[in-house]
């Protein structure tokens, strides 16, 4: 491999979407539009493939629909970018590549890393001379950006080979390159990064420690993947998803200013390459507030999952398919619907046919009884972020349960979920008045309610770390992202090894191997 190979690095594909969604709240006038208008790049619609996958239905006419946008990472060197990138000028790989799910609800997203070294089959893809190539199999996933070498590459079949693969329809593409990259992390004076360790590799110059990085640094620490670990695509993907994740974190901070965000509004503008159902300043800004609502919290990264296969990856199975399946019925990662396409819920005394019934209409204001009182409640962090179950138990002793003690960390749940003994169900239903739209499961037999919290749940900002049991002399746990055993039940663990929720500990999990 030579050394203008090796140097080719990608930039992390969620800045697009971040990008895309900081324009939501742009209110500038049509001069300031017509100036975005004419940044904006787009790609020829006629090399999306005319055979694809269906495109979902409402569930009721009017409903929201899900999303699925595939953000691209281009390494192309040309256009300025060799001067921040390195290397010599020409078409560039997808080196980058996640596939973001938008659930019908609009308040929480699911981004899906492809490792660039996946053997997948490519398509019939369009060239520049409008004839079509044959499929290919066990072919690099990055190397369907460059078929037909077209200056800026080949999104369209990148797309393609996206929608092959998963068997999802992709709604919209976008490339970012590297300038605008570094443009953006300008535009927000920085993004806050854990480095894991000292790097003094291939050019690539980083210090140990949290630090704000913008311009050339912040493209540095997303292209850098020597000198880390085992110099794998792999690890580099973790650092990235926890550089976007600060960089969401960071937008949303500031606030939604026009000093803030005119300037991110046109460096990301100036890095894009788009399909045309975003072509033009008001599309992106249509778009972008059909998501404002998604909030951090709600956010998951997964590394679609992997095996190595010599020098390149495989997908693992059944766990891939179980994933593109999921996001196909628009389901979270542990198999719950939050786009309201399952059948009508049951009455509240009712259960479901898996057992579960939606949380009981109790009345918060009323005072215990003495027997539920006493019921012995179990509190599991199911997301893995410091505090939360600390917080969810103060909520439940505030509410007047004496007997609350907190388990073992257990991340990766997106819904909260409160399981009983039907004897205890008086109780249960108290406690499920604590969580909103929390799920409850009768489970005969166990030793008492279990309160799994989950990414929907908003703790009090109080505490920072989470104890196991209670009371004086209680010792702190190891985060989530640390204990390999915290599988939560019905996630296949391919999926739930590669999980990466977007407001985990920064410095969490950066390395592989």
């Known amino acids: ?129 409008g004839t079509w190539t044959k499929p290919r199999n ?111 974190k960071k937008v949303q901070g500031q606030g939604f200013s026009l000093p803030t965000l005119l300037p991110l509004a046109d460096a990301a503008t100036r890095s894009l390459t788009v399909d045309e159902g975003l072509g033009t300043a008001m599309k992106l800004v249509d778009f972008a507030r059909s998501l404002q609502d998604i909030k951090l919290a709600d956010i998951t990264f997964v590394t679609a999952p992997w095996r190595f296969a010599g020098e390149r990856v495989q997908l693992v199975q059944p766990d891939a398919d179980t994933l593109w399946r999921l996001l196909r019925e628009d389901r979270t990662l542990d198999g719950q619907s939050t786009s309201g396409t399952d059948t009508p819920a049951p009455s509240p005394t009712a259960p479901g046919a898996d057992g579960a019934t939606p949380g009981a209409a109790a009345d918060p204001s009323a005072p215990l009884t003495p ?62 008045a604590l969580f909103p739209g929390s799920r409850t499961v009768e489970e005969p037999g166990s030793e008492g309610i279990t309160v799994t919290l989950g990414r929907d749940y908003r703790p009090s900002p109080a505490t920072k770390l989470d104890a196991v049991g209670s009371g004086p002399g209680a010792k702190p746990s190891a985060p989530a992202t640390a204990d390999p055993s915290g599988v939560p039940s019905g996630v296949p663990t391919g999926i739930a090894e590669n999980t990466r929720g977007a407001d985990t500990d920064p410095c969490a999990d950066l390395t592989f191997g």
């Not at 239905?57 to 390494?75: E, R, Y």
């Not at 329809?169 to 927000?188: L, S, Y």
């Not at 972020?385 to 007997?403: C, D, H, I, M």
Request: proline share 6%; net charge neutral.
């Open 1 to 129: 491999m030579g050394s203008s190979t090796r140097r080719r690095r990608y930039l992390r594909t969620a800045i697009g979407l971040a990008a895309v969604l900081v324009l939501s709240v742009v209110g500038a006038g049509a001069w300031f539009y017509h100036r975005l208008d004419n940044n904006i790049t787009t790609f020829d619609p006629g090399g999306i493939a005319t055979e694809r996958p269906p495109a979902p239905a409402p569930v009721t006419p009017g409903a929201q629909l899900p999303v699925n946008i595939l953000v691209l990472g281009s390494d192309t060197r040309d256009d300025g970018n060799s001067a921040i990138g390195g290397g010599d000028e020409g078409v560039g790989h997808s080196d980058t590549a996640m596939l973001v799910h938008v659930y019908a609800d609009h308040k929480h997203a699911v981004g899906v890393s492809i490792p660039r070294d996946t053997l997948v089959t490519i398509p019939s893809c369009k060239l520049p001379s």
């Open 138 to 248: 066990n072919q690099m996933f990055n190397s369907a950006f460059t078929i037909g070498e077209f200056p800026k590459g080949n999104p369209a079949c990148t797309q393609n080979t996206v929608e092959t693969l998963a068997g999802l329809r992709i709604d919209h593409t976008i490339v970012v390159d590297f300038k605008g990259a570094a443009a953006m992390a300008d535009a927000i004076n920085g993004v806050d990064v854990c480095v894991p360790n000292n790097v003094d590799s291939h050019g690539i110059h980083l210090q140990k420690g949290m630090q704000k990085l913008s311009g050339q640094p912040a493209v540095d620490y997303l292209r850098a993947r020597y000198g880390f670990g085992d110099n794998s695509d792999i690890g580099r993907m973790k650092r990235q998803q926890a550089f976007v994740s600060s960089m969401i």
């Open 371 to 432: 027997e539920q009182a006493a019921a012995p409640v179990l509190v599991v962090n199911g997301v893995g972020t410091p505090g939360l179950s600390t917080s969810g138990g103060e909520a439940l002793r505030a509410r007047g349960f004496q007997n609350v003690t907190l388990g073992k960390p257990a991340g990766g749940r997106m819904q909260t979920e409160i399981s009983y003994d039907p004897a205890l169900k008086a109780a249960a239903d108290q406690v499920a």
